[in-house]
């Protein structure tokens, strides 16, 4: 069973900058796969950023260029850059581990004026 936390999260001006952090139970080598997801009001939750070695990543393209993934062996962090208005919504941490997938609570990001 693996326990995730993350934290980061708040409000910001469009334009502005936050940085999200993941804090995992276990070590981050020990995970198939680990991403990013958010999840919008009325909206499904959608996969924004994934890594599987903690070199490459993929972003999809609604946040590629404004966003970077990147892990050490303790946590997952997202930058998020030149955020916008849309980019509101609460952002979760997962991973694949032992053929299960995981997800945090979720930190809470709000872009507004």
């Known amino acids: 069973q693996v326990q995730l936390v993350e934290s980061g999260g708040g409000s910001a001006q469009p334009g502005g900058s936050l940085r999200l952090s993941c804090a995992p139970s276990?070590?981050?080598?020990?995970?198939?796969?680990t991403a990013w997801y958010r999840q919008s009001p009325g909206k499904e939750r959608e996969l924004i950023a994934s890594t599987a070695d903690g070199t490459t990543a993929g972003y999809d393209g609604s946040v590629k260029g404004r966003i970077i993934l990147s892990r050490d062996n303790t946590n997952l962090y997202l930058q998020m850059n030149n955020l916008k208005p849309e980019d509101t919504a609460v952002y979760s941490c997962?991973?694949?581990?032992?053929?299960?997938?995981?997800w945090g609570q979720g930190t809470p990001v709000t872009v507004s004026y």
């Open positions: 997962y991973v694949a581990y032992d053929g299960k997938h995981y």
């Open positions: 276990l070590s981050m080598s020990r995970f198939a796969l």
